[in-house]
C-alpha cells in the first residue's frame, strides 16, 4: 500500500475543487491550503497600494516582500476571535485580515494577470512547497500536480462545465450578500479559463497522472465520498505534522 502524505488538487475556478478539498482535509486530519488564496492576497497587496498590476516588476517586488499567512479556523472559531461569517480559514496580509477582501470582484478581475508573472509564481512556489514539505496537507490551485508537488502521491484534476462554475460562484457571492450577475460571472469564468490555460509559466493543464473528476451535475458528498474510499482502498494515510 502507498503512504499518502500529500494530495495535490488543481482545476479551473469554481470547479468545486477548494469544497471538495476542504473536507477531504478534514477528515484525513489533513491542513488545507488553498494557494488561490496567495495570488489573491499578492493582488489585493496592489491594488491597496496603488501598484499597477500591469507593471510587472513592481508587482514581482512587491510578491517577495508581503507576508501572507494562512490560519485555519479552530473549532473555537479561529485564533482572531469568533468568526461566525463561514470562513474556513483567516487569510492575514502583513498581519491584517483580508479573507473577505480577497474575494471581490476587484481582485477576480486581475488576479489572473498576476499570477501570470513568472517572478510571482516562483515566490509563491517556493511558499508553498515550505507548508508541503511538513506533510499531511491538501494542496490546491492551478500547477500543484504539474510543478508545486510533482512527487505527491494523489492528484486530482477538479472540472466542471463553464455555465456549471459561473452558477456556483453566483450562489456563493448570493450566499455572502452581495449583488451578483451570472452573464458577467460567466464571462470571467471563461475570461480567467482562457488566460489560465494558456499562459507562458505553469499554465492550467492536468498532471499526465491526476484522476479526472468532472464535478458537474454531482454532488459534493458523493465525489468525497469516492474519493475517500479510494484513498483508504489505496493508500495508507500518514500526517506528519
Ligand atoms: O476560487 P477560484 O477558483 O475562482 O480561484 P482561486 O483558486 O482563488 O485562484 C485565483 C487565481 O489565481 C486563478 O484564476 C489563477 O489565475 C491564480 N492561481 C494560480 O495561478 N496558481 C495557483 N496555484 C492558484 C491560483
Partial sequence: MNDINVIAIDGPAASGKSTISQLLAERLGFLFLDTGCMYRAVTLAALRRGIAVTDETAVTHLAQEIDIDIQPETGAGGRHGRHSDGRHYTVLLDGQDTTWAIRTPAVDAHVSQVSSYLGVRQEMVQRQRLLGARGGIVMVGRDIGTVVMPDAPLKLYITATAEERARRRWHDRRRQGHEADYDAIL???????????????????????????????????????????????????????
Avoid: F
Wanted: no cysteine; charged share 30%; hydrophobic share 35%.
Fill in 187 to 241: 464571462a470571467d469564468v471563461k475570461r480567467r479559463d482562457g488566460i489560465d490555460s494558456s499562459r507562458e509559466h505553469s499554465p492550467l493543464r492536468p498532471a499526465a497522472d491526476a484522476l479526472m473528476i468532472d464535478t458537474t451535475g454531482r454532488p459534493v458528498d458523493e465525489i468525497v465520498e469516492a474519493l475517500m474510499s479510494l484513498v483508504k482502498g489505496q493508500y495508507s494515510v500518514s500526517s506528519m505534522q
